[in-house]
């Protein structure tokens, strides 16, 4: 994937209880919502890509989605 040296934003929809769960233990200091329904909760993140970062979202799987940046999301599917 591609090298970034600065922080890039991410945006993730979480769903089921994982917005509970985020909301009380952010990812990230960046974390903020960007939007709330019933179904899912869409956080964003300023952050810079590293391999905790990463794992962290693979373990929360099937409860997130990565919606940006795409080659994110598909090195994650």
Do not use: D, G
Not at 8 to 25: G, M, N, R
Not at 26 to 50: A, C, G, R
């Amino acid at each position: 994937h591609p090298a970034y040296p600065n922080p890039i934003t991410i945006l993730i929809k979480a769903k089921e209880q994982q917005p509970y769960y985020f909301k009380s233990l952010p990812l990230h200091e960046s974390q903020k919502i960007v939007e709330e329904t019933k179904e899912y909760t869409l956080f964003e993140y300023e952050i810079l890509i590293n391999f905790e970062f990463t794992q962290h979202l693979n373990m929360y799987q099937p409860f997130l989605e990565v919606m940006e940046p795409k080659w994110l999301r598909e090195k994650l599917k």
